[in-house]
T-cell receptor, first 116, second 114 residues
Framework: AQKITQTQPGMFVQEKEAVTLDCTYDTSDPSYGLFWYKQPSSGEMIFLIY??????QNATEGRYSLNFQKARKSANLVISASQLGDSAMYFC?????????????FGKGTKLSVIP | EAGVTQFPSHSVIEKGQTVTLRCDPISGHDNLYWYRRVMGKEIKFLLH????????ESGMPNNRFLAERTGGTYSTLKVQPAELEDSGVYFCASSPQRGAPEAFFGQGTRLTVV
């Protein structure tokens, strides 16, 4: 069963505007972690932000924030003041220790294009 | 501090040949992971080392794939014999045993089997 769903294959955003990338997840374990990674055209996967299931506040890292809605099982990434360098693939991932491992389960990704 | 390094960055081999991918994790990281992304599909977990021990190899597709991590430092992933469906990008990641939860990824090895 698919555990991470990213419904937006591609997104466009005007430079300096904010954009939200959607991610929903599925797990029956109360303890889990949610991650967002960025993959620019150069190929490397860059960690952006982490949210633990027991964290009371939404995670923020600079221009990145995670809109964590536990009851809806969503963990949307919000990028404020988009820059041209934000153009990349973005992957949402979950670590579900209840599965007995520290492996990450990834969504299919969203390709973000920032328009000047 | 050097990040996760993978060699080679690209590899093109013929069906039936053998290929060995290498990953050098961040120094001091006990956890090392291999992932693979086949064209158009999600990034999938292959296996997880803690130091030199295989903690979880539930994602390894079949016995043509062999991963090793001798001495708990670098790791190799060998595909023998390679098949067309093995084409994809192979990522390595590492993380410390304690501390921040995120894994740090390498730039990947793009494997093409022709």
């Amino acid at each position: 069963a698919q555990k991470i769903t990213q419904t937006q294959p591609g997104m466009f955003v005007q430079e300096k505007e904010a954009v939200t990338l959607d991610c929903t997840y599925d797990t029956s374990d109360p303890s889990y972690g949610l991650f967002w990674y960025k993959q620019p055209s150069s190929g490397e996967m860059i960690f952006l932000i982490y949210q633990g299931s027991y964290d009371q506040q939404n995670a923020t890292e600079g221009r990145y924030s995670l809109n964590f809605q536990k009851a809806r099982k969503s963990a949307n990434l919000v990028i404020s003041a988009s820059q041209l360098g934000d153009s990349a693939m973005y992957f949402c991932a979950m670590r579900d220790p209840g599965a007995g491992s520290y492996q990450l389960t990834f969504g299919k990704g969203t390709k973000l294009s920032v328009i000047p | 501090e050097a990040g996760v390094t993978q060699f080679p960055s690209h590899s093109v081999i013929e069906k039936g040949q053998t290929v060995t991918l290498r990953c050098d994790p961040i120094s001091g990281h006990d956890n090392l992971y291999w992932y693979r992304r086949v064209m158009g599909k999600e990034i999938k977990f292959l296996l997880h080392f803690v130091k030199e021990s295989k903690q979880d190899e539930s994602g390894m597709p079949n016995n043509r794939f062999l991963a090793e991590r001798t001495g708990g430092t670098y790791s190799t992933l060998k595909v023998q014999p390679a098949e067309l469906e093995d084409s994809g990008v192979y990522f390595c990641a590492s993380s410390p045993q304690r501390g921040a939860p995120e894994a740090f990824f390498g730039q990947g090895t793009r494997l093409t089997v022709v």
